[in-house]
């Protein structure tokens, strides 16, 4: 399985990115997907996930300013993060899961301030 990041970039806070994760199969054979982000010095977090059934869960320094959704005809899951912080500076990756986790490459995302 290979999953491609991208939509990283630098942006002003209080700004948008969409990130997008492609995936090299159909995406409806993994249990769940999501998001992940690493900042300088830190651990990696979770920041949203989305299960086959539908069901979302974000980390509470996110809520209500990022969503997640897929797209099964593309493959394709997305990150729409608005109201940027410059907190939310991270390189974010994606996962998909199913018996074991799979990642994808990173994709930077600088917020200034």
């Known amino acids: 399985v290979q999953l491609q990041a991208s939509g990283g970039g630098l942006v002003q806070a209080g700004g948008s990115l969409r990130l997008s994760c492609a995936a090299s199969?159909?995406?409806?054979?993994?249990?769940?997907m999501g998001w992940y982000r690493q900042a300088p010095g830190k651990q990696r977090e979770s920041v949203a996930s989305?299960?086959?059934?539908?069901?979302?869960n974000y980390a509470d320094s996110v809520k209500g300013r990022f969503t997640i959704s897929r797209d099964n005809a593309k493959n394709t899951i997305y990150l729409q993060m608005d109201s940027l912080k410059s907190e939310d500076t991270a390189v974010y990756y994606c996962?998909?899961?199913?018996?074991?986790?799979?990642w994808g490459k990173g994709t930077l995302v600088t917020v200034s301030s």
């Open positions: 996962v998909a899961r199913t018996s074991l986790n799979y």
């Open positions: 199969l159909s995406i409806r054979g993994f249990n769940a």
């Open positions: 989305l299960t086959s059934g539908g069901s979302t």
